[in-house]
């Protein structure tokens, strides 16, 4: 088993130089970047509370400081998606990590210009592996009961739907049920694969685990 994890782990770092991005753990120098992503992904229908259209240098340095700190203590790591061209196409993160029951919860979203190439799922698929290698088993999504697209890309991920909490969200003042999808990481050991522009790719790739 662990020659067959550290195989693994060798062909995910090799699988990952091929996509059309870099996941690079967060840091306050790409504040000025994610202002503007933000700010895109604030005008979408399941932005997540903190995204706004006013979000502002400071708003991003306050988020990229709180994402190091999570990290330096172990609650959860955030990683930035970044195009070769230096442009900040979105960010997916670890959250809420319980190293007893070894669950996270996987939060990922993608600025709207950039939907339909499968970033998403591709960095999803990394993150997971990721928590893999640290000890983490089980992955678990929370998100809005009316967000079908956000439910497609869990599935796509191999995630099931477990279970569903009334009105447990509170977003932008109006109250959602809540999906709650989980994923058995030891099932889920299938590597990434390299994006093809030309897949049509039906999801709004935006994924919060939010409330």
Not at 26 to 42: G, I, N
Not at 79 to 95: D, F, N, P
Not at 112 to 118: F, I, M, Q, S
Not at 172 to 181: E, I, P, S
């Amino acid at each position: 088993m662990a020659t067959r994890r550290k195989r693994l782990t060798h062909f995910i770092e090799f699988m990952s130089n091929l996509l059309p991005f870099v996941l690079q753990l967060a840091s306050p120098l790409a504040d000025r970047l994610l202002v503007d992503a933000v700010r895109e992904l604030a005008r979408t229908h399941h932005a997540p509370p903190w995204a706004r259209e006013d979000f502002s240098i400071l708003d991003a340095t306050r988020y990229l400081q709180r994402a190091c700190s999570q990290h330096e203590q172990g609650a959860g790591s955030t990683y930035l998606l970044t195009a070769a061209t230096g442009r900040l196409l979105g960010a997916v993160r670890s959250a809420n990590r319980d190293w007893a029951h070894g669950s996270f919860q996987a939060e990922c979203w993608v600025r709207p210009t950039e939907h339909r190439n499968g970033y998403a799922l591709q960095a999803l698929q990394l993150l997971a592996h990721r928590e893999y290698r640290i000890g983490m088993r089980r992955l678990e999504v929370m998100l809005p009961a009316d967000n079908i697209a956000g439910v497609q890309l869990s599935l796509k991920l191999g995630a099931r739907q477990e279970g569903r909490l009334l009105n447990r969200l509170l977003l932008a003042g109006q109250r959602y049920d809540a999906l709650v999808l989980g994923v058995w990481l030891p099932q889920l050991l299938q590597p990434p694969v390299a994006a093809n522009p030309g897949q049509n790719y039906d999801q709004s790739e935006t994924l919060q685990a939010q409330g």
